[in-house]
């Protein structure tokens, strides 16, 4: 019968028993191993390490060349102009006749050799960005901006006033005639007003 065990307690078990008159073929019998294993682990007592597999090979290895072209000239390329996935995976069609490889095949391998490539050409990872994280009412965005309205048929130049809440995007706008602090202030009170509470005096905002 096999015994559970891994191989360096099973070639441990063979040369035991081995030692102790059991012959060849009554230990192919105990383990269920072949003779080539029992051979292997009475000549050593290490089992052999265990041989790492290279890459297999893949339809796309032809054009992976292709491949890593396009997305180096990607690299200075303006934004609108740079390699989808989709537009590689059309080029190998239509200009190499790639017949045999896939959509998924081609974007596996872009999702890993972008990255590669801009390493290797030394421009490091790609532009990130982090999300903002805001609790409920506990923080607003001010600005003034320029506002043309008509005002008493007369097109007049006004400033307009933004408090807007950085976790669900409220805002409250009110048109002053000037951006001056006079305006700032009255421009905050009227928001609170509206909001029914001030940012970061969690108690008093429900938005």
Known sequence: MRISASKVELYAAMRRDHRAG????????????????????????????????????????PYKP?????????????????????????????????????????????????????????RGPEEMFIPQTHMPGDEAEVDFGDVHVVLAGVPTRCYLFSLRLSYSGKAVHRVSASCGQEAFFEGHVHAFSVLGGVPGARSAMTT
Do not use: C
């Open 66 to 122: 292709l491949i890593d072209t396009m997305l180096r000239a990607d690299l200075d390329a303006p934004p609108k102009q740079k390699h989808t996935v989709k537009r590689i995976f059309d080029r190998l069609l239509d200009e190499h006749a790639a017949d045999g490889i896939s959509y998924q095949m081609v974007r596996a391998y872009v999702a890993v050799r972008r990255k590669d490539v801009r390493w290797e050409a030394g």
């Open 22 to 61: 059991l012959s060849m073929r009554a230990l192919e019998r105990k383990y269920g191993v072949t003779w080539r294993t029992i051979r292997r682990a009475l000549d050593s007592n290490w089992p052999e390490p265990r041989k790492e597999q290279g890459p297999r090979p893949s339809r796309l290895d």
